[in-house]
């Protein structure tokens, strides 16, 4: 495995180059050694440096290696140069999380899904790999046979990412079906996020009793599964496990997992789960944030779940808003996580007063809609409005709303 960065970085480099190797054994791959290049800039032909490149041809032939994983994603020229460079397989950190995701994908969605990554992702490198051919080939004009079958594979992979995009489209419709019904019983959403291991399945499992595979490997789960919960005030919820983040999520698992993710959209709660006792906590709690952002899921009120508290956790960690520290494997924990998720739904109303320039008619009409507005005059060119609603709705406001809140109680 091969690592690569600039010097300050180290640490990070070789954490990240750790979580490669969980990685590749989640893939049944065994690792033999890592090797870690730091430069300031990759080189443009091979990423690491040609000397390291011979090197590691050496070591390749030595421990007969049948596959060399690189820890950054590699340019489909890089990748040419070094699979001729080592005579093995070679495979980029994305590559290696898309065979991952291939392996367990379970629901026809999933499997849909990660098939349209995996094309999406060979596509340009198809590309990459024609020019290389058609150079080989000659004269300029001359074509190569590799390069006309280059071609056919092009057409034949376009044609693939088209007809599984429609499938996409067909699965969803069948679903958003389901879900409009289950909007229309008004039921609360409850989802658990968080990077991967963090714990989210076994917390569905021993909240639920679903019975959803939980494992100490990464991305145990890729298909979200729902259960009914019912909180200790007697309301009952949906809770929806979800597919574990990682750091660098592959841009096309991302775009392509949208929808699955989009439960996480709709629902009225998050639960952040973290893995409290992994020593880069901070690290990967920062990483779920970032996808969540991708998401555009940052207005949902988010309870963060320390999770693990029982296998140690030395350091403090802190979250912006609300948290827990808990062990899914206690059963006290869970009913404090359970009161806790009760009074975050259900938390005391918010009252509060705005001031909002009379101009701002679609403001003051977004606070009418959303509140409960119960007395307001017009001071000047000033709405003065105070109102009162439930702290998930007003976690909920835009920004721009906001804005024009004065005070709190
Ligand atoms: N000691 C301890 N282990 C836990 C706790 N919660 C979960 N685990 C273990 O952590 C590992 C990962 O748990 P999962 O529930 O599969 O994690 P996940 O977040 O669903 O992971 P992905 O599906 O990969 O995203 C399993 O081996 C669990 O048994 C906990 O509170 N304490
Ligand atoms: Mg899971």
């Known amino acids: 495995m091969v690592g690569c960065g600039s010097y300050r970085d180290a640490e990070h480099i070789q954490s990240s180059l750790l979580e490669l190797e969980r990685l590749a054994n989640t893939a049944g791959v065994?690792?033999?050694?890592?090797?870690?290049?730091?430069?300031?800039?990759?080189?443009?032909?091979?990423?690491?440096?040609?000397?390291?490149?011979?090197?590691?041809?050496?070591?390749?032939?030595?421990?007969?290696?049948?596959?060399?994983?690189?820890?950054r994603e590699l340019l489909p020229g890089q990748q040419i140069n070094l699979k001729r460079m080592l005579s093995c397989k070679v495979l980029d950190r994305t590559q290696?999380?898309?065979?991952?995701?291939?392996m367990r994908a379970r629901t026809r969605e999933g499997r849909v899904q990660v098939e349209?990554?995996?094309?999406?992702?060979?596509?340009?490198?198809?590309?990459?790999?024609?020019?290389?051919?058609?150079?080989?080939g000659g004269g300029i004009g001359t074509r190569g046979p590799g390069e006309k079958k280059l071609e056919t594979d092009r057409r034949h992979i376009?044609?693939?990412?088209?007809?599984?995009?429609?499938?996409?489209?067909?699965?969803?419709?069948?679903?958003?079906?389901?879900?409009?019904?289950?909007?229309?019983?008004?039921?609360?959403?409850?989802?658990?996020?968080?990077?991967?291991?963090?714990?989210?399945?076994?917390l569905l499992n021993r909240l639920t009793g679903a019975g959803v595979p939980a494992e100490d490997r990464l991305f145990a789960t890729l298909d979200p599964t729902s259960?009914?919960?019912?909180?200790?005030?007697?309301?009952?919820?949906?809770?929806?496990?979800?597919?574990?983040?990682?750091r660098r999520l592959p841009h096309h698992l991302v775009a392509s997992f949208r929808s699955t993710l989009e439960q996480v959209r709709e629902a009225d709660l998050l639960l952040h789960v973290v893995d409290a006792s992994h020593p880069e906590a901070t690290e990967q709690m920062d990483a779920a944030e970032e996808v969540l952002k991708e998401l555009h899921s940052d207005r949902i009120p988010v309870l963060t779940v320390f999770n693990k508290i029982d296998s140690g956790c030395d350091r403090i960690l802190t979250a912006e808003g609300e948290s827990i520290r808990i062990s899914a494997l206690d059963d006290g924990d869970l009913i404090r996580l359970k009161e806790k998720m009760?009074?975050?739904?259900?938390?005391?109303?918010v009252q509060g007063s705005a001031e909002i320039p009379v101009s701002k008619g679609e403001i003051i009409s977004c606070l009418y809609?959303?509140?409960?507005?119960?007395?307001?005059?017009?001071?000047?060119?000033?709405?003065?409005?105070?109102?009162?609603?439930?702290?998930?709705?007003?976690?909920?406001?835009?920004?721009?709303?906001?804005?024009?809140?004065?005070?709190?109680?």
Request: charged residues 30%.
């Open 342 to 349: 009760d009074s975050m739904l259900h938390a005391v109303n």
């Open 30 to 71: 065994e690792v033999l050694d890592h090797v870690i290049q730091y430069r300031k800039t990759p080189d443009p032909a091979w990423l690491i440096g040609r000397g390291k490149v011979e090197n590691l041809a050496d070591q390749v032939y030595k421990e007969k290696a049948d596959m060399v994983i690189v820890d």
């Open 116 to 136: 349209l990554a995996q094309l999406e992702y060979l596509l340009p490198r198809l590309t990459g790999m024609g020019h290389h051919l058609s150079r080989l």
């Open 227 to 246: 259960r009914f919960l019912v909180l200790p005030s007697e309301e009952k919820v949906i809770l929806t496990d979800t597919v574990g983040f990682i």
């Open 158 to 202: 376009r044609r693939r990412i088209q007809y599984l995009k429609k499938d996409l489209e067909r699965i969803r419709k069948h679903r958003d079906l389901h879900q409009s019904r289950r909007r229309k019983m008004d039921m609360t959403q409850v989802a658990l996020v968080g990077y991967t291991n963090a714990g989210k399945s076994t």
């Open 369 to 409: 809609k959303e509140a409960d507005v119960f007395q307001s005059k017009v001071v000047g060119l000033t709405m003065k409005m105070d109102f009162q609603l439930p702290l998930r709705r007003y976690e909920r406001l835009s920004q721009e709303v906001k804005a024009f809140i004065c005070n709190i109680y």
């Open 96 to 102: 290696l999380i898309l065979d991952i995701f291939a």
